[in-house]
C-alpha cells in the first residue's frame, strides 16, 4: 500500500522551460512535505519542504505547491537547467511523535536536454 | 570528512552470511536514520535513534535485521542469515534535532550497495 505515489516514472524537458514533477498522498496524517533530489551513486539531498499550513513555498528556481484537499503536491522547476537532470522523491512526514519518519514515493527521473 | 560517511560502499555477499554495515553521522548530529532503497522503489525507513532515547526499530522487516548505536556517534546496522530480497542500497542519514520540520534538514549518506547472490 504506497502512502505516496509518483506516477510518472521518468520526465523530459527542454533546457529553459519549466519542469513540474507531481506527487500524490493518501494518508491524511501527514503534515509535512519534502523534495529530496538524488544524482546515481549519491545519496539524497534535501532541496526543499512545506508544512500543510502553507499552500506554497518558493526558494529560487524551485517552488513546491501544496493542494491538501487533492492530496496532491508538485515541484516545479523554472528555468530547467541540465544539471538538474536527477531523480526526484516527493516524501512525506506525520505530525506529533512520529514527525522523524518518512515515506517516499518511488522517484521520477528528470532529464533536462541541452 | 563533513557528511554522513558509510561504508562499505559495495559489498557482494552469499545467501546465508552475515552483513554489518557501518555509518559515521555528521558531528553533532543527534538524530540517526537507516533507510534503504531496492531496485525501482522509493526508501523505506528502517530505524530511528534520537540521543539517549529508545530506538525506533518498527521499520525493521525481520529479526534478522538489528542496529546499533554508541552514544551520539558510530551506527551498525546488522544482517543475519542474508537473503536474496535483502539486496538493496542501504542509506544512513542524520540530523541535528529531532523530526522533519523547518530548520531541520536530514543529511543522508551515499549508502552503502548490498548484494547477495
Known amino acids: 500500500d504506497q502512502q505516496v505515489k509518483q506516477n510518472s516514472p521518468s520526465l523530459s524537458v527542454q533546457e529553459g522551460r519549466i519542469s513540474i514533477l507531481n506527487c500524490d498522498y493518501t494518508?491524511?496524517?501527514?503534515?509535512?512535505f519534502l523534495w529530496y533530489k538524488k544524482y546515481p551513486a549519491e545519496g539524497p539531498t534535501f532541496l526543499i519542504s512545506?508544512?500543510?499550513?502553507?499552500d506554497k513555498n518558493e526558494d529560487g528556481r524551485f517552488t513546491v505547491f501544496l493542494n491538501k484537499s487533492a492530496k496532491h503536491l508538485s515541484l516545479h522547476i523554472v528555468p530547467s537547467q541540465p544539471g538538474d537532470s536527477a531523480v526526484y522523491f516527493c516524501a512525506a512526514s506525520p505530525g506529533g511523535g512520529s514527525n522523524y519518519k518518512l515515506t517516499f514515493g518511488k522517484g521520477t527521473l528528470l532529464t533536462v536536454n541541452p | 570528512g563533513a557528511g554522513v560517511s558509510q561504508s562499505p560502499s559495495n559489498k557482494v555477499t552469499e545467501k546465508g552470511k552475515d552483513v554489518e554495515l557501518r555509518c559515521d553521522p555528521i558531528?553533532?548530529?543527534?538524530?540517526l536514520y537507516w533507510y534503504r532503497q531496492r531496485l525501482g522503489q522509493g526508501l523505506e525507513f528502517l530505524i530511528y535513534f534520537q540521543g539517549n532515547s529508545a530506538p525506533d526499530k518498527s521499520g525493521l522487516p525481520s529479526d534478522r535485521f538489528s542496529a546499533e548505536r554508541t552514544g551520539e556517534s558510530v551506527s551498525t546496522l546488522t544482517i543475519q542469515r542474508t537473503q536474496q530480497e535483502d539486496s538493496a542500497v542501504y542509506l544512513c542519514?542524520?540530523?541535528?534535532?529531532?523530526?522533519?520540520?523547518?530548520?531541520?534538514?536530514?543529511?543522508f549518506g551515499e549508502g552503502s550497495w548490498l548484494t547477495v547472490v
Open positions: 494518508n491524511s496524517m501527514f503534515d509535512y
Open positions: 542519514a542524520s540530523s541535528l534535532g529531532v523530526g522533519t520540520g523547518v530548520g531541520n534538514t536530514i543529511y
Open positions: 512545506i508544512s500543510s499550513i502553507k
Open positions: 558531528s553533532g548530529h543527534t538524530a
